[in-house]
């Protein structure tokens, strides 16, 4: 461990940096001595971050391990071989194709037949690469929405540097360019869907008290082609102290479906249908979730109990709702799935006659399709792999095809085909890393009251049980989102092929087992999901697959929040911690960019009795001088506009002015991702990895 006493010397004496402490927001800045770094473009802040990465970076990236994996990862992003997954609009396949020459992208197409058929005939739709030099951006695709059932002009979304902000712009992909005084939506945070070819729904920035405290849009405009947007009318309006407005839409059977969702919170919103007639609220519940349509069946997925006629549907079931039904005041509900125990709805697709359902028994991946029959469904189940993820990967609403995939962390992901009468696999990535004698079991560790907790191992068949494995866990455990186990080639490459232990922890907070599994780690709750990690942890040293010495912690966003307090309440557990895009400074996360749209997640820290509980994790909040903390890696974005900047800035300037060591990276784009092109993505990742292995190998 030479080499590392000697990299953490040298970064404790060059990361003191004259005038880390000073600040110039008033008597705000008593109270918090970093807030000038929340200043995301102030060139103080820049230059403070530019310093922090110089230092890390002359640690790391000078290591032969680093330029070793930038290289392999490389070759992995930019391979022509890789997978290509369907991108069904029309009768085309679309796709986003990046390379080292082509590093913002080719958005592309062939027919669909052609791609079924395995060939490799794209027909370049836009260039990224030669738009961003022409208008002097950095355009990153974000997306299109189609106008269908021609699917000839659609709204493309276009971020300037992996932002959540975004441009849109009506494109033609028939003549292959912007339509000529189309319809043109300056950067925002918003959304928009067609009403017909000539008028759109848009919800954006319509100037001054039109965006809500979560830097959403409180206002949504119908929009006419030719007119002044200017003289829009509005079709609805929110209170900005509301997270914002969500427009949304598709073309079903010749009909152009149009919905406006207006969100109280992250988990409450009321869904309103337009009719000819104007608005229509719909009558379900606040906390559902929609998931797409059939037949003129709205989908739902419930995250309570809901009482109907008599009825009631339980949380965690996925339900249809007749619109039609609903329009004549007689609203119809049916079940769809409702999964028993240690089960969960995952996704749904639909095609012409039938609906595709993935699910999860104990976080594995089933499949399933249900044909409708009268007043009910015929269910029939899809055969898939054990033991691994499936994805639902695309449907055709005018055909009955379909495509599904299937991976685990030793498994390349298998892209799948069917037609509601064969399956057969019809693309599978290459085995990028050296998976040959590795195992992946699934344990459970028992969590401080009790619950059981699965998590899932990826070791050597050899593995030995003295402790001196080197072990990577892996958890986010938040905002209904299940963590699963897939194939990731650089997370191989990176750490895997080099002998370590890699572990994914499916604690409290995630989606993994539906709705009650989210809301037990809810806002007071929230300390059992940190409980369950380090039961993982423990339960990992109990069985003397690893020790503290030899284990680390990897978490993004809300997973970046999580490592944050996996470092600051049990530093005995972890020798490497690894925070990435962290919400750190709990106290004040709702005043810094969408953070107010989460407080359904964590609570109001402005509310006395909600500070008193998450005053007790907070990171920012909770880090102490005179405690020893595994040296930990930031990983943040200036362009991330969606979990501030300043959470990781502050909280490293914190630990270095207490005399911790730490390395901190920050991209100067890539948006919360932190990287929006392969070379990015393959140089944050050789950062990561190359730190891992520092810490816990070498």
Same mark, same amino acid.
């Given at each position: 461990?030479?080499?590392?006493?000697?990299?953490?010397?040298?970064?404790?004496?060059?990361?003191?940096?004259?005038?880390?402490?000073?600040?110039?927001?008033?008597?705000?800045?008593?109270?918090?001595?970093?807030?000038?770094?929340?200043?995301?473009?102030?060139?103080?802040?820049?230059?403070?971050?530019?310093?922090?990465?110089?230092?890390?970076?002359?640690?790391?990236?000078?290591?032969?391990?680093?330029?070793?994996?930038?290289?392999?990862?490389?070759?992995?992003?930019?391979?022509?071989?890789?997978?290509?997954?369907?991108?069904?609009?029309?009768?085309?396949?679309?796709?986003?194709?990046?390379?080292?020459?082509?590093?913002?992208?080719?958005?592309?197409?062939?027919?669909?037949?052609?791609?079924?058929?395995?060939?490799?005939?794209?027909?370049?739709?836009?260039?990224?690469?030669?738009?961003?030099?022409?208008?002097?951006?950095?355009?990153?695709?974000?997306?299109?929405?189609?106008?269908?059932?021609?699917?000839?002009?659609?709204?493309?979304?276009?971020?300037?540097?992996?932002?959540?902000?975004?441009?849109?712009?009506?494109?033609?992909?028939?003549?292959?360019?912007?339509?000529?005084?189309?319809?043109?939506?300056?950067?925002?945070?918003?959304?928009?869907?067609?009403?017909?070819?000539?008028?759109?729904?848009?919800?954006?920035?319509?100037?001054?008290?039109?965006?809500?405290?979560?830097?959403?849009?409180?206002?949504?405009?119908?929009?006419?082609?030719?007119?002044?947007?200017?003289?829009?009318?509005?079709?609805?309006?929110?209170?900005?102290?509301?997270?914002?407005?969500?427009?949304?839409?598709?073309?079903?059977?010749?009909?152009?479906?149009?919905?406006?969702?207006?969100?109280?919170?992250?988990?409450?919103?009321?869904?309103?249908?337009?009719?000819?007639?104007?608005?229509?609220?719909?009558?379900?519940?606040?906390?559902?979730?929609?998931?797409?349509?059939?037949?003129?069946?709205?989908?739902?997925?419930?995250?309570?109990?809901?009482?109907?006629?008599?009825?009631?549907?339980?949380?965690?079931?996925?339900?249809?709702?007749?619109?039609?039904?609903?329009?004549?005041?007689?609203?119809?509900?049916?079940?769809?799935?409702?999964?028993?125990?240690?089960?969960?709805?995952?996704?749904?697709?639909?095609?012409?006659?039938?609906?595709?359902?993935?699910?999860?028994?104990?976080?594995?991946?089933?499949?399933?399709?249900?044909?409708?029959?009268?007043?009910?469904?015929?269910?029939?189940?899809?055969?898939?792999?054990?033991?691994?993820?499936?994805?639902?990967?695309?449907? #055709?609403?005018?055909?009955?095809?379909?495509?599904?995939?299937?991976?685990?962390?030793?498994?390349?992901?298998?892209?799948?085909?069917?037609?509601?009468?064969?399956?057969?696999?019809?693309?599978?990535?290459?085995?990028?890393?050296?998976?040959?004698?590795?195992?992946?079991?699934?344990?459970?560790?028992?969590?401080?009251?009790?619950?059981?907790?699965?998590?899932?191992?990826?070791?050597?068949?050899?593995?030995?049980?003295?402790?001196?494995?080197?072990?990577?866990?892996?958890?986010?455990?938040?905002?209904?989102?299940?963590?699963?186990?897939?194939?990731?080639?650089?997370?191989?490459?990176?750490?895997?092929?080099?002998?370590?232990?890699?572990?994914?922890?499916?604690?409290?907070?995630?989606?993994?087992?539906?709705?009650?599994?989210?809301?037990?780690?809810?806002?007071?709750?929230?300390?059992?999901?940190?409980?369950?990690?380090?039961?993982?942890?423990? #339960?990992?040293?109990?069985?003397?697959?690893?020790?503290?010495?030899?284990?680390?912690?990897?978490?993004?966003?809300?997973?970046?929040?999580?490592?944050?307090?996996?470092?600051?309440?049990?530093?005995?557990?972890?020798?490497?911690?690894?925070?990435?895009?962290?919400?750190?400074?709990?106290?004040?996360?709702?005043?810094?960019?969408?953070?107010?749209?989460?407080?359904?997640?964590?609570?109001?820290?402005?509310?006395?009795?909600?500070?008193?509980?998450?005053?007790?994790?907070?990171?920012?909040?909770?880090?102490?001088?005179?405690?020893?903390?595994?040296?930990?890696?930031?990983?943040?974005?200036?362009? #991330?506009?969606?979990?501030?900047?300043?959470?990781?800035?502050?909280?490293?300037?914190?630990?270095?002015?207490?005399?911790?060591?730490?390395?901190?990276?920050?991209?100067?784009?890539?948006?919360?991702?932190?990287?929006?092109?392969?070379?990015?993505?393959?140089?944050?990742?050789?950062?990561?990895?190359?730190?891992?292995?520092?810490?816990?190998?070498?």
């Amino acid at each position: 461990m030479k080499q590392l006493t000697n990299l953490i010397a040298f970064i404790m004496l060059a990361l003191i940096l004259p005038g880390c402490g000073s600040g110039k927001n008033g008597d705000s800045v008593n109270s918090d001595p970093y807030m000038w770094l929340e200043e995301v473009l102030d060139e103080k802040a820049l230059d403070w971050a530019r310093a922090q990465n110089k230092l890390s970076d002359e640690a790391l990236t000078t290591l032969p391990v680093y330029t070793e994996l930038r290289d392999r990862f490389n070759e992995v992003l930019n391979d022509r071989e890789r997978m290509i997954y369907p991108g069904i609009t029309g009768d085309y396949s679309y796709n986003l194709w990046q390379d080292e020459k082509n590093e913002r992208g080719l958005w592309r197409r062939m027919p669909k037949k052609d791609y079924l058929a395995g060939k490799e005939t794209w027909e370049t739709v836009l260039d990224l690469d030669i738009l961003s030099a022409e208008e002097g951006r950095k355009w990153v695709y974000g997306g299109a929405v189609w106008l269908g059932p021609e699917n000839r002009f659609c709204l493309l979304r276009l971020s300037d540097g992996g932002k959540d902000e975004v441009v849109i712009r009506e494109f033609d992909a028939v003549e292959k360019k912007f339509v000529e005084r189309g319809f043109s939506i300056p950067e925002s945070k918003g959304s928009v869907t067609w009403i017909d070819r000539d008028q759109i729904l848009v919800a954006t920035n319509y100037g001054p008290e039109t965006m809500t405290s979560s830097g959403y849009p409180a206002v949504a405009k119908l929009w006419k082609r030719g007119k002044d947007p200017a003289s829009a009318v509005t079709v609805h309006q929110t209170d900005t102290a509301n997270m914002g407005i969500f427009v949304s839409g598709g073309e079903y059977n010749g009909k152009q479906y149009v919905f406006l969702s207006e969100n109280v919170g992250f988990y409450e919103s009321t869904i309103y249908f337009l009719t000819p007639d104007g608005l229509k609220q719909l009558d379900i519940p606040k906390d559902a979730e929609t998931s797409g349509m059939f037949r003129e069946q709205m989908f739902l997925y419930l995250q309570s109990d809901w009482t109907l006629s008599g009825s009631t549907f339980k949380k965690g079931t996925l339900v249809s709702y007749d619109l039609p039904a609903f329009l004549t005041g007689t609203p119809e509900v049916r079940t769809l799935y409702e999964p028993g125990e240690r089960e969960s709805f995952a996704g749904v697709m639909t095609t012409r006659d039938f609906i595709v359902i993935a699910t999860m028994e104990n976080v594995q991946g089933r499949l399933r399709i249900m044909r409708p029959s009268g007043e009910g469904w015929i269910t029939e189940a899809v055969p898939v792999p054990e033991f691994g993820t499936v994805g639902l990967a695309g449907a #055709d609403d005018r055909s009955n095809e379909y495509f599904f995939t299937f991976s685990n962390p030793v498994t390349p992901t298998t892209l799948y085909y069917g037609d509601g009468k064969e399956i057969r696999a019809i693309r599978k990535q290459k085995d990028y890393y050296d998976a040959s004698g590795i195992k992946v079991v699934q344990n459970e560790a028992v969590s401080k009251d009790g619950t059981k907790i699965p998590y899932f191992i990826v070791h050597p068949a050899d593995m030995a049980l003295d402790g001196s494995n080197p072990t990577l866990v892996y958890g986010y455990g938040g905002f209904n989102s299940p963590t699963r186990p897939g194939y990731s080639s650089l997370t191989g490459i990176g750490w895997i092929e080099k002998g370590g232990i890699y572990v994914i922890a499916n604690i409290r907070g995630g989606g993994e087992f539906g709705p009650e599994w989210h809301h037990s780690a809810l806002r007071e709750k929230r300390q059992n999901a940190y409980d369950d990690l380090f039961a993982v942890a423990e #339960d990992l040293i109990r069985l003397k697959i690893t020790t503290p010495e030899r284990m680390g912690f990897y978490g993004w966003s809300n997973g970046g929040l999580l490592a944050g307090v996996a470092m600051t309440q049990r530093p005995d557990l972890w020798n490497a911690v690894v925070i990435g895009a962290p919400l750190l400074d709990m106290k004040r996360y709702n005043k810094l960019l969408a953070g107010a749209s989460w407080m359904d997640e964590y609570g109001n820290p402005d509310v006395p009795e909600d500070w008193s509980f998450i005053s007790k994790y907070s990171p920012y909040q909770n880090v102490k001088k005179d405690v020893k903390y595994p040296t930990p890696l930031f990983i943040t974005s200036t362009r #991330d506009d969606r979990v501030h900047p300043g959470h990781a800035r502050k909280m490293a300037a914190k630990m270095i002015d207490m005399g911790h060591p730490l390395f901190y990276h920050e991209t100067i784009e890539g948006g919360h991702g932190a990287s929006s092109t392969n070379a990015q993505e393959a140089e944050m990742r050789a950062l990561m990895y190359t730190y891992l292995k520092l810490m816990l190998m070498d």
